[in-house]
């Protein structure tokens, strides 16, 4: 295949415009001077009510920086608390602890216990206040829930009921359809 002079002068002519622009580029000019040896002009700090005005970088201070903590053999993980069996001072599981309540201030607000139902199946939540719940270590540091109270107490306790989860008040309960 042959190129046509004219393609091919053309391409010359560009690959050597090309190498002359990033020789000049890096020429041995001294930092701070122009292409004719002469010192640039120094920048000046000029501050104009229009324009942008130079600032340092955005740092965090020592007192913003995250906090970086290892668990101590006394901490209980919230992995190992969920689906922990509560049981009652009869050695009776009475439920399962489903979930825990933080407040604001990150504290624990409440244990949700699941309650009746038969492998989950037809569970109810009842939120139980922390100071009612004890969760401690056992034997072979195992975390053990205990409450003071009986599984037909529970049972009779008010639903948790999570917000945005709520029916509506006005809700009837919808049959199915007959086929003919």
Do not use: C
């Not at 920086?65 to 922990?84: E, I, T, Y």
């Not at 201030?105 to 206040?129: P, R, S, T």
Request: net charge neutral; charged share 20%.
């Amino acid at each position: 295949m042959r190129i046509p002079f004219p393609t091919a002068t053309l391409a010359a002519a560009l690959v050597t415009a090309a190498l002359a622009s990033a020789q000049a580029q890096t020429s041995d000019t001294p930092a701070g001077s122009n292409a004719a040896g002469t010192p640039a002009p120094a920048a000046t700090a000029h501050v104009d009510a229009s324009g942008p005005v130079a600032a340092k970088p955005a740092t965090l201070s020592d007192d913003l920086r995250p906090k970086f903590v290892a668990q101590a053999p006394q901490d209980m993980v919230s992995s190992k608390l969920v689906g922990l069996s509560v049981t009652n001072g009869a050695n009776e599981t009475i439920g399962q602890i489903a979930d825990l309540v933080l407040d604001e201030k990150q504290q624990v607000k409440a244990w949700v216990v699941g309650v009746g139902g038969f492998l989950g199946i037809g569970a109810k939540n009842v939120a139980i206040d922390p100071s009612a719940l004890k969760v401690s270590r056992g034997d072979n540091d195992s975390l053990k829930a205990t409450i003071d109270t009986t599984k037909d107490q529970l049972r009779a306790a008010p639903e948790y009921i999570y917000l945005g989860k709520e029916k509506p008040k006005d809700a009837q309960p919808t049959t199915p359809a007959r086929q003919p």
